[in-house]
C-alpha cells in the first residue's frame, strides 16, 4: 500500500508566551520551539505501521521553508521511506485552501492508495486542508479518524463524533483520511532512525516543479486575508491568588471549607 | 429575496444545539442584511426539527430521503451544492462539528467559494465578510477578510453563540425533491459505535480534579490521585490524558467527552482548549493551576493559581487534609 502522509512543521504554543509582533498580523516566533504538529504525529505512526504491516512505501510531505526539514527528517527516522518538502517564497501566507493546492499539484503525480493528514494543525486550527485536498484530487475522504482497517479497494474506518461516539463507514480506495489524536501511540524515534535519517535526501519542489503560478498560492490564491490579531477579549477572569505555594495552598483551603467542600 | 442559509445538524432523532446558535447569529446577520433567514434541513422524518426550526427561521428547507437518514459528507455535498447553485444565498453557516469538518471543505472547493472555518464571529462589513477565529491554541484571536464573492461558507464553532429563545419567526415550509442520484456513494456509513461503559460516571460526582497535559509523566499520577482521594472526588482530564491512556476514555471532559457541572472542578496542568473549556465551564466552582499566567483555563477559573503544579498540588493535599484533620 502506498501511503502519502502530510505533515506541518507548527510551533508548540499550549506553555509559551505568545506575543503579537509589530504589524499586529503575526506572531514573533524567534523564541518558539517548533516540532511536528500533534495531529500529524498520529498520522505519520498510522502510515508507518500500515505500511509495516502491507508492504509499499510511506511519504511525507510538507509545504514550507528549511526550517520545515527538522520535521522531516523526524519523519524519516521515525519510518517514512521519502520526505519532500514543496518549498517557494510564494507559499508565504497561504491558507488552508492555498496549502491544499500546493499539496495537490505535488501529489496528483504520485503513486498512492492513502493520503493520510493530521485532523487540524495546533497552530492554524482550520481543519480544511485534508478534506479540501480530496476535493481537489477527486477522491473521498473521511475527516477526525480514529481506527483504520483496509480491505481490497476499501476501507473500513471509525470517525469520532461528539460525545464519544464514534462512526463506522466504508471508504473505497484511493482515500483520504484526517487522523485523530489517540489513534495509535507515536513510536520514540531510535538512535538508529536518527542516523540513518541524516543520510537521506529531502526531495525539494517550488512553484515552477509544481506547474503553479503566483497568483494560485500565498495570500493572492489564498479565500483568508488576516487584518488584525488581537489578544482574546476577556469576559471574566479568575482571581489569581498570589504568594508562596504555602500561601496560596492554604487560601484554597480556606475557600474550599468556606464553601463547604471540605 | 436573497437567503442566508443555517444548515440544521441533527443525529438519531436530535437536533444538536449549534444549530439553533447558529439561528440566533444567522437572525442577526439577516436582520442586518436585509436577507431571508433559511434553515436547510436535510434528513429522512424530519417533522419534529421542522417544526421547531420554524421558530427560529423565516423559511425550513425540507429535503427528505432515506439516504439522509444518518449523515454522509458525500451525500450531503451533492444536496448543497444543488441547492447553493439553486437559490444562491449570501452565506451558508455550517457547525465546526465532526458533521461540519467533514463536509464544509469539500463543498467550499466544489462550488470554488471562499471558505472561513472554526469562526467564533463572522460580520458584513458593507460588502465585506468578516469572521474572527482562535488561533495558538486560543491564546491570540485572528480577524480575517474573505475574498468579495457572491456566495461564502462559515463554518461556526460550537457553543460560542447563545441560543436564544426569542419571538418565534412562524416560518413556511417548504419541501424539496431530493436531488440525488442514484448510488453513486464512495462512502457508505454502517453503524454507531457506541464508548464502552465505564466504572465511574463523572457527571454524578460532586468534586472533580481534572488533569491535563501539564502532569507530563504517567509517573506523575499519584500526585493527583491523592488530592482526589483526599478531597473525597473524582479523576477527570482533558484529552492528551486519555489519548496517551493514562486515563480511560470515560474521563474525558469536553466536546469529544462529557459535559460535567460539579461543586468543584480543580483544573490541573489544563491549558484550557475550547474544547475542554464547552464540557466544564458551567461547573460551580473551578479553580485552576497552571504555570503560564495567560492560559485560557483562567478565563472561566473562578479563582487561579499562576504555578508550577508541583510545587501546588503536593502542599494542597496536606493542607486539606490538614483542614479535614482539624475537623474530625
Same mark, same amino acid.
Given at each position: 500500500?502506498?501511503?502519502?502522509?502530510?505533515?506541518?512543521?507548527?510551533?508548540?504554543?499550549?506553555?509559551?508566551?505568545?506575543?503579537?509582533?509589530?504589524?499586529?498580523?503575526?506572531?514573533?516566533?524567534?523564541?518558539?520551539?517548533?516540532?511536528?504538529?500533534?495531529?500529524?504525529?498520529?498520522?505519520?505512526?498510522?502510515?508507518?505501521?500500515?505500511?509495516?504491516?502491507?508492504?509499499?512505501?510511506?511519504?511525507?510531505?510538507?509545504?514550507?521553508?528549511?526550517?520545515?526539514?527538522?520535521?522531516?527528517?523526524?519523519?524519516?527516522?521515525?519510518?517514512?521511506?521519502?520526505?519532500?518538502?514543496?518549498?517557494?517564497?510564494?507559499?508565504?501566507?497561504?491558507?488552508?485552501?492555498?496549502?491544499?493546492?500546493?499539496?495537490?499539484?505535488?501529489?496528483?503525480?504520485?503513486?498512492?492508495?492513502?493520503?493520510?493528514?493530521?485532523?487540524?494543525?495546533?497552530?492554524?486550527?482550520?481543519?480544511?486542508?485534508?478534506?479540501?485536498?480530496?476535493?481537489?484530487?477527486?477522491?473521498?475522504?473521511?475527516?477526525?479518524?480514529?481506527?483504520?482497517?483496509?480491505?481490497?479497494?476499501?476501507?473500513?474506518?471509525?470517525?469520532?463524533?461528539?460525545?464519544?461516539?464514534?462512526?463506522?463507514?466504508?471508504?473505497?480506495?484511493?482515500?483520504?483520511?484526517?487522523?485523530?489524536?489517540?489513534?495509535?501511540?507515536?513510536?520514540?524515534?531510535?538512535?538508529?532512525?536518527?542516523?540513518?535519517?541524516?543520510?537521506?535526501?529531502?526531495?525539494?519542489?517550488?512553484?515552477?516543479?509544481?506547474?503553479?503560478?503566483?497568483?494560485?498560492?500565498?495570500?493572492?490564491?489564498?479565500?483568508?486575508?488576516?487584518?488584525?490579531?488581537?489578544?482574546?477579549?476577556?469576559?471574566?477572569?479568575?482571581?489569581?491568588?498570589?504568594?508562596?505555594?504555602?500561601?496560596?495552598?492554604?487560601?484554597?483551603?480556606?475557600?474550599?471549607?468556606?464553601?463547604?467542600?471540605? | 429575496?436573497?437567503?442566508?442559509?443555517?444548515?440544521?445538524?441533527?443525529?438519531?432523532?436530535?437536533?444538536?444545539?449549534?444549530?439553533?446558535?447558529?439561528?440566533?447569529?444567522?437572525?442577526?446577520?439577516?436582520?442586518?442584511?436585509?436577507?431571508?433567514?433559511?434553515?436547510?434541513?436535510?434528513?429522512?422524518?424530519?417533522?419534529?426539527?421542522?417544526?421547531?426550526?420554524?421558530?427560529?427561521?423565516?423559511?425550513?428547507?425540507?429535503?427528505?430521503?432515506?439516504?439522509?437518514?444518518?449523515?454522509?459528507?458525500?451525500?450531503?455535498?451533492?444536496?448543497?451544492?444543488?441547492?447553493?447553485?439553486?437559490?444562491?444565498?449570501?452565506?451558508?453557516?455550517?457547525?465546526?462539528?465532526?458533521? *461540519?469538518?467533514? &463536509? +464544509?471543505? =469539500?463543498?467550499?472547493?466544489?462550488? #470554488?467559494?471562499? /471558505?472561513? %472555518? !472554526?469562526?467564533?464571529?463572522?460580520?458584513?462589513?458593507?460588502?465585506?465578510?468578516?469572521?474572527?477565529?482562535?488561533?495558538?491554541?486560543?491564546?491570540?484571536?485572528?480577524?480575517?477578510?474573505?475574498?468579495?464573492?457572491?456566495?461564502?461558507?462559515?463554518?461556526?464553532?460550537?457553543?460560542?453563540?447563545?441560543?436564544?429563545?426569542?419571538?418565534?419567526?412562524?416560518?413556511?415550509?417548504?419541501?424539496?425533491?431530493?436531488?440525488?442520484?442514484?448510488?453513486?456513494?464512495?462512502?457508505?456509513?454502517?453503524?454507531?459505535?457506541?464508548?464502552?461503559?465505564?466504572?465511574?460516571?463523572?457527571?454524578?460526582?460532586?468534586?472533580?480534579?481534572?488533569?491535563?497535559?501539564?502532569?507530563?509523566?504517567?509517573?506523575?499520577?499519584?500526585?493527583?490521585?491523592?488530592?482526589?482521594?483526599?478531597? *473525597?472526588?473524582? &479523576? +477527570?482530564? =482533558?484529552?492528551?490524558?486519555?489519548? #496517551?491512556?493514562? /486515563?480511560? %476514555? !470515560?474521563?474525558?471532559?469536553?466536546?469529544?467527552?462529557?459535559?460535567?457541572?460539579?461543586?468543584?472542578?480543580?483544573?490541573?496542568?489544563?491549558?484550557?482548549?475550547?474544547?475542554?473549556?464547552?464540557?466544564?465551564?458551567?461547573?460551580?466552582?473551578?479553580?485552576?493551576?497552571?504555570?503560564?499566567?495567560?492560559?485560557?483555563?483562567?478565563?472561566?477559573?473562578?479563582?487561579?493559581?499562576?504555578?508550577?503544579?508541583?510545587?501546588?498540588?503536593?502542599?494542597?493535599?496536606?493542607?486539606?487534609?490538614?483542614?479535614?484533620?482539624?475537623?474530625?
Amino acid at each position: 500500500m502506498d501511503i502519502i502522509v502530510c505533515v506541518k512543521h507548527v510551533p508548540e504554543t499550549a506553555e509559551a508566551e505568545i506575543t503579537i509582533d509589530s504589524s499586529g498580523k503575526r506572531i514573533l516566533t524567534e523564541d518558539l520551539v517548533y516540532d511536528i504538529n500533534e495531529w500529524d504525529d498520529y498520522a505519520l505512526e498510522e502510515a508507518v505501521q500500515l505500511r509495516e504491516k502491507l508492504g509499499g512505501s510511506a511519504t511525507a510531505i510538507t509545504v514550507g521553508t528549511e526550517e520545515t526539514d527538522s520535521t522531516l527528517r523526524k519523519c524519516l527516522a521515525r519510518g517514512a521511506d521519502k520526505a519532500v518538502r514543496l518549498t517557494d517564497k510564494a507559499f508565504e501566507g497561504s491558507d488552508g485552501y492555498a496549502t491544499a493546492k500546493i499539496l495537490r499539484n505535488a501529489i496528483k503525480n504520485l503513486p498512492y492508495d492513502l493520503i493520510l493528514t493530521g485532523a487540524q494543525a495546533g497552530d492554524d486550527g482550520y481543519a480544511q486542508v485534508g478534506a479540501t485536498l480530496a476535493e481537489l484530487l477527486g477522491i473521498p475522504h473521511a475527516t477526525m479518524v480514529k481506527k483504520i482497517e483496509p480491505a481490497e479497494g476499501y476501507a473500513r474506518v471509525n470517525r469520532e463524533l461528539e460525545g464519544g461516539l464514534e462512526e463506522n463507514l466504508e471508504i473505497k480506495l484511493p482515500a483520504l483520511l484526517t487522523i485523530q489524536t489517540g489513534i495509535n501511540e507515536p513510536r520514540y524515534v531510535s538512535i538508529m532512525g536518527i542516523r540513518k535519517a541524516r543520510s537521506k535526501e529531502i526531495e525539494t519542489q517550488g512553484l515552477k516543479e509544481l506547474g503553479l503560478r503566483e497568483d494560485e498560492v500565498g495570500e493572492a490564491g489564498s479565500w483568508m486575508t488576516v487584518e488584525k490579531m488581537f489578544v482574546p477579549p476577556v469576559e471574566k477572569e479568575a482571581e489569581i491568588l498570589k504568594g508562596t505555594p504555602d500561601e496560596v495552598t492554604s487560601k484554597i483551603a480556606d475557600i474550599l471549607r468556606a464553601k463547604g467542600l471540605i | 429575496m436573497t437567503e442566508l442559509f443555517v444548515l440544521a445538524e441533527h443525529r438519531q432523532g436530535e437536533l444538536r444545539d449549534v444549530t439553533i446558535e447558529m439561528l440566533t447569529k444567522g437572525r442577526e446577520l439577516a436582520e442586518k442584511t436585509n436577507t431571508e433567514l433559511t434553515a436547510v434541513l436535510l434528513g429522512h422524518n424530519t417533522g419534529d426539527h421542522a417544526k421547531r426550526l420554524t421558530d427560529h427561521a423565516k423559511r425550513v428547507l425540507i429535503i427528505d430521503d432515506p439516504k439522509l437518514q444518518n449523515f454522509n459528507s458525500e451525500t450531503y455535498q451533492k444536496i448543497l451544492s444543488h441547492l447553493i447553485n439553486q437559490r444562491k444565498p449570501s452565506l451558508t453557516l455550517i457547525g465546526q462539528t465532526s458533521f *461540519g469538518v467533514d &463536509l +464544509a471543505p =469539500s463543498l467550499a472547493t466544489e462550488l #470554488k467559494l471562499p /471558505l472561513a %472555518t !472554526d469562526c467564533i464571529d463572522v460580520d458584513f462589513e458593507g460588502e465585506t465578510l468578516t469572521v474572527v477565529r482562535q488561533v495558538y491554541g486560543g491564546k491570540v484571536n485572528v480577524k480575517a477578510q474573505l475574498r468579495k464573492a457572491a456566495t461564502y461558507i462559515v463554518t461556526i464553532r460550537p457553543a460560542t453563540f447563545e441560543a436564544k429563545e426569542t419571538k418565534p419567526l412562524g416560518g413556511e415550509i417548504v419541501r424539496i425533491k431530493s436531488p440525488i442520484p442514484e448510488d453513486t456513494e464512495s462512502k457508505r456509513f454502517i453503524e454507531y459505535v457506541q464508548p464502552p461503559a465505564g466504572e465511574v460516571d463523572i457527571t454524578a460526582a460532586d468534586i472533580l480534579i481534572g488533569i491535563g497535559r501539564g502532569i507530563k509523566e504517567v509517573g506523575n499520577m499519584p500526585i493527583v490521585e491523592e488530592l482526589a482521594a483526599t478531597l *473525597g472526588g473524582v &479523576l +477527570a482530564c =482533558s484529552r492528551p490524558i486519555v489519548d #496517551k491512556e493514562w /486515563l480511560p %476514555t !470515560d474521563r474525558q471532559v469536553g466536546t469529544s467527552g462529557k459535559t460535567v457541572k460539579p461543586k468543584l472542578y480543580i483544573a490541573i496542568g489544563i491549558s484550557g482548549a475550547f474544547q475542554h473549556i464547552t464540557g466544564m465551564k458551567n461547573s460551580d466552582l473551578i479553580i485552576a493551576i497552571n504555570k503560564d499566567p495567560k492560559a485560557p483555563i483562567f478565563r472561566v477559573a473562578d479563582y487561579g493559581v499562576a504555578e508550577d503544579l508541583f510545587k501546588i498540588v503536593p502542599l494542597l493535599k496536606s493542607k486539606i487534609h490538614g483542614v479535614k484533620e482539624g475537623h474530625a
